[in-house]
């Protein structure tokens, strides 16, 4: 059974770092895009960006680049997204999601709420 | 910037039909778009119905079909049941870039 797993909610003060995890499970984890989606409170979804765990290789949508970074770890199954800074813009919550291919999404984390607060 | 736009809010009566629709910004959705659709309901995480126009996924309800028409793809929720009310997204694939839809908040009523 396919499965991914988010790590816990976080509350962090602005102006600290943040790596939230996504651990893939029932399938060759290097051979899918891992994407990630942020939801602000009472907000639609909004893609962030995708890795290729196979390759690392990684692709940010134009409105996060440079405020995230993606990253995988094959030997844990596990794919991240991290900030440097955290602002408290950066409230939401925030899904990982299986991509098959470059057409379909198919299995979604059940997500981590991150709340970054003074 | 790319926009991918949807229907604010939609209603339909129990057993009706609706029709959800998803535009791009940058001219008529193709089916080389790979339109995905997504079902979230309250405090629950996005749920993949739809991919690649009108491909269902194993636990995709029969119900729920999609397509292309006119210059957009489509969500089709045929006789429409209480536990549909939820919002959807669809996506576009833009090469190797993917855009989301704002969302379409479908009560039934």
């Known amino acids: 059974e396919v499965q991914l797993v988010q790590s816990g909610a976080e509350v962090k003060k602005p102006g600290e770092s943040l790596k939230i995890s996504c651990k893939g499970a029932?399938?060759?984890?290097?051979?899918?895009?891992i994407g990630w989606v942020r939801q602000m409170p009472g907000k639609g979804l909004e893609w962030m960006g995708s890795?290729?765990?196979?390759?690392?290789?990684?692709r940010y949508s134009p409105s996060f680049q440079g405020q995230i970074t993606i990253s995988a770890d094959r030997s844990i199954s596990t794919v991240f997204l991290q900030w440097s800074s955290l602002k408290a813009s950066d409230s939401a919550m925030y899904y990982c999601?299986?991509?098959?291919?470059?057409?379909?999404?198919?299995?979604w984390g059940q997500g981590t709420l991150v709340t970054v607060s003074s | 910037q790319t926009v991918v736009t949807q229907e604010p809010s939609l209603t339909v009566s129990p057993g009706g039909t609706v029709t959800l629709t998803c535009a791009s910004s940058t001219g008529a959705v193709t089916s080389s778009y790979h339109p995905n659709w997504f079902q979230q309901k309250p405090g629950q995480a996005p749920r993949s119905l739809i991919y690649s126009t009108n491909n269902k996924h194993s636990w995709t309800p029969a119900r729920f079909s999609g397509s292309l028409l006119g210059d957009k793809a489509a969500l089709i929720v045929s006789g429409v049941q209480p536990e549909d009310e939820a919002d959807y997204y669809c996506l576009l694939y833009y090469g190797g870039a993917q855009v989301l839809g704002g969302g379409t908040k479908l009560t039934v009523l």
């Open positions: 029932g399938y060759k984890f290097s051979d899918r895009w």
């Open positions: 890795i290729y765990p196979g390759d690392s290789d990684t």
């Open positions: 999601a299986r991509q098959v291919a470059s057409n379909l999404i198919d299995y």
